[in-house]
C-alpha cells in the first residue's frame, strides 16, 4: 500500500511499549500506517529526513490555563494551541478556573465551537468541579461529561475537607471521569507566596508552609479511605511541589483501593527553588510556591522512582501589566508549554535522573492514561501525531519569541540543550525549527 508520507531514519520512542529503535514511520490518510525496520521501505508520496532525531508520540500537557472565556488578554484557545505546537505537544487539556468558568454544560458547550473553530492541536477540556464558587457545591459531573468534559477538577478553588472530598469521588466514578486534585488545605499552615523561611524573611514576603499541600493530601486520603473497597474512583494530585507532599502521596499510594491513582509535577519545581523569585520577581510567583533543595531533591527522587508519574506545565498565562504589580499582588502562574520539554532534557535526562523514555512516558501516554485518551502513542491506525527531538540543540530560551499571549516565565535567558525539531499533527507538518506552520 502507498503511504502519503514516510519519516525516515529516526530513532523512534514509543515509551508506552517500551519501543527504542530506528525505524521509519509511515502515514496515510492523517493515520499511522506503519512503523518498519528501515530495510522493509514501503512506497511513499512524500519523505522527511529525520535522521539525527527522537520520534515519539505528540507530547500531551494535561494541565494548561488557555484561559477563555474571560481571560483572552491572556490567552486564547488559538495562541495557547500554538504554544503547545512551539512546544512539542500535541494535545493539551485546559484547565476550568475561566470567567465564567466550566462548571455547567452550556460553558463547555461554547467552549468545544471555540476549540473546533480555532485549536491548532487537540484540546480536551476539564470541567469545575464545583458550581458557582461555592466550595460546598459540586457541579453535575455527568451533565458535564456529556457536554464534553475529559476530567473534572476543583483547580484553584480546591476542595477543603474529606467529606466533600470523598461525595467528589463518587460523582467522578459515576461519571466515569478522573478526578484532578489541586491540594490545598486552608487551615493547614501559612498561604504564602515563598516556600523558603530564609528567602521570605529576605523579601519580606509570606512564607507558604507545605502543611498546605501535604494535609491536603491526607485529606484526599480519608476521603478515599472511606470508599467502598472496589470502587471506580480515579485520582490524580495536580502540581506535588514539596517532600512533606511526596511523602504525603508515597503513604497514599501504599493503602489505595482507588481504581487509578496518579500524581503530576511540572519543571519549575526541579529546574528553581524559590531563590528565583530574588532574580524574576512576580515571574517565578505560582501557587504551590517555589520552595527548597531538599524539596527540588525530593521531586526528582520521585519521578526517579516513578512514584510521580506525570509531568504537566500547569501553562498559567498573565499579562505583563498583571506581573507588574509586585510580588505580593501579582497573579500566581507562569507560562511553560514553551519551555517545558527542554526543561525536561536539561534537568532530568542530561544528568541522568530518568532515561529519554522515562521522561518521553511522563509527557505522553502517562498523562493520556488519566484522561483516558488514546493519545501519546504510537499505534497503527491512530492519528498521526509526532514530535521530533533534537536532543543536541543548543538554544536559548527568548520569551518574545513565544507564540503564549503572555511572556511571565522565570526561565527567559537560560540555555538549554534539547528542544522540539518538529511536530506532525494529523500527518501534517505543523511546526519545524520552532515555527509553527499552522
Ligand atoms: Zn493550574
Not at 486564547?76 to 466550566?102: E, I, K, Y
Not at 470541567?127 to 453535575?140: H, K, V
Not at 483547580?155 to 489541586?182: G, V, W
Not at 505522553?364 to 493519545?375: E, F, K, R
Request: aromatic share 6%; glycine share 8%.
Amino acid at each position: 500500500m502507498q503511504a502519503d508520507l514516510v519519516i525516515r531514519g529516526a530513532r523512534v520512542i514509543d515509551p508506552a511499549e517500551s519501543f527504542d529503535r530506528s525505524a521509519d514511520v509511515y502515514v496515510r490518510d492523517g493515520l499511522i500506517l506503519d512503523v518498519a525496520r528501515p530495510d522493509e521501505a514501503l512506497p511513499a508520496a512524500e519523505a522527511f529526513d529525520a535522521g539525527g532525531l527522537v520520534l515519539c508520540p505528540g507530547l500531551v500537557d494535561l494541565h494548561v490555563h488557555l484561559r477563555q472565556p474571560g481571560g483572552e488578554h491572556k490567552e486564547t484557545v488559538a495562541t495557547g494551541t500554538r504554544a503547545a505546537l512551539a512546544g512539542g505537544f500535541t494535545v493539551v487539556a485546559c484547565m476550568p478556573n475561566t470567567d465564567p468558568p466550566l462548571d455547567r454544560p452550556e460553558h463547555l458547550r461554547w467552549l468545544t465551537e471555540v476549540i473546533n473553530r480555532d485549536a491548532a492541536c487537540e484540546v480536551y477540556p476539564i470541567a469545575a468541579a464545583i458550581l458557582g464558587g461555592d466550595r460546598e457545591r459540586l457541579s453535575d459531573f455527568v451533565a458535564l461529561k456529556n457536554a464534553g468534559a475529559v476530567a473534572i477538577s476543583d483547580d484553584a478553588m480546591p476542595l477543603q475537607d474529606a467529606a466533600t472530598m470523598r461525595q467528589a469521588l463518587l460523582a467522578a466514578a459515576q461519571a466515569e471521569l478522573t478526578f484532578i486534585a489541586h491540594p490545598e488545605l486552608d487551615s493547614a499552615g501559612q498561604a504564602g507566596i515563598c516556600g523558603d523561611p530564609a528567602v521570605a524573611a529576605g523579601l519580606q514576603v509570606p512564607y507558604a508552609d507545605p502543611a498546605r499541600e501535604a494535609e491536603a493530601i491526607r485529606a484526599w486520603q480519608t476521603a478515599a479511605a472511606s470508599l467502598p473497597r472496589r470502587n471506580r474512583a480515579a485520582l490524580h494530585i495536580a502540581h506535588v511541589s514539596s517532600a512533606q507532599a511526596v511523602a504525603a502521596f508515597e503513604e497514599f499510594t501504599r493503602s489505595s483501593h482507588l481504581r487509578r491513582l496518579s500524581a503530576e509535577t511540572c519543571p519549575h519545581y526541579f529546574a528553581l527553588t524559590a531563590e528565583a523569585l530574588r532574580t524574576a520577581g512576580p515571574n517565578a510567583k505560582m501557587n504551590p510556591p517555589l520552595r527548597m533543595d531538599a524539596d527540588v531533591e525530593a521531586i526528582m527522587e520521585a519521578l526517579r522512582r516513578s512514584i510521580i508519574g506525570i509531568i504537566a506545565t500547569d501553562h498559567a498565562p498573565h499579562a505583563a501589566e498583571e506581573k507588574a504589580r509586585g510580588l505580593l499582588a501579582a497573579p500566581a502562574g507562569i507560562v511553560g508549554l514553551e519551555t517545558a520539554l527542554g526543561l525536561v532534557l536539561e534537568c532530568l535526562v542530561r544528568p541522568g535522573i530518568l532515561t529519554l523514555s522515562q521522561a518521553l512516558a511522563a509527557m505522553t501516554w502517562q498523562p493520556a492514561a488519566v484522561l483516558g485518551i488514546s493519545a501519546g502513542r504510537l499505534a497503527i491506525g491512530t492519528p498521526a501525531n509526532f514530535t521530533l527531538i533534537d536532543t543536541e540543540a543548543t538554544w536559548t530560551v527568548d520569551s518574545r519569541k513565544f507564540y503564549s499571549k503572555s511572556r511571565n516565565t522565570p526561565f527567559d535567558g537560560w540555555q538549554l540543550r534539547g528542544r522540539a525539531a518538529a511536530v506532525f499533527f494529523h500527518g501534517r507538518l505543523a511546526m519545524l525549527d520552532g515555527q509553527v506552520l499552522v
